[in-house]
Nanobody, 123 residues
Framework: QVQLVESGGGLVQAGGSLRLSCAAS????????MGWFRQAQGKERETVAA????????YYADSVKGRFTISRDNAKNTVYLQMDSLKPEDTAVYYC????????????????WGQGTQVTVSS
């Protein structure tokens, strides 16, 4: 089992940057593919980015390509989401999640979820 705790959210002006972190418990973190998802008020949850267990393959939603970067440090049991050039439409609660599958960017295939961190981008 994996427990996930996100941090790094907050209020930022459009064009600014934030880095989200997700700390995982357990000694098997390196065996999980990880993903970042978001849910804006009144909207469905969507995939933002995902990364394989070894970090060799990444996936990004079209809406964040070129602006967001997902990475992981298996020695620190942590996955990151660097968010640059933020837009008001990036405002949402951001969740990290872990899947025991080799690779997935589909939220319903993720087994463990953090509590979420709020990101608000003002115009």
């Amino acid at each position: 089992q994996v427990q996930l705790v996100e941090s790094g959210g907050g209020l930022v002006q459009a064009g600014g940057s934030l880095r989200l972190s997700c700390a995982a418990s357990g000694r098997t973190f390196s065996s999980y593919a990880m993903g970042w998802f978001r849910q804006a008020q009144g909207k469905e949850r969507e995939t933002v980015a995902a990364i394989t267990s070894g970090g060799g393959i990444t996936y990004y939603a079209d809406s964040v390509k070129g602006r967001f970067t997902i990475s992981r440090d298996n020695a620190k049991n942590t996955v990151y989401l660097q968010m640059d050039s933020l837009k008001p439409e990036d405002t949402a609660v951001y969740y990290c999640a872990a899947t025991s599958r080799t690779w997935s960017w589909k939220s319903y295939e993720y087994d463990y979820w953090g509590q979420g961190t709020q990101v608000t981008v003002s115009s």
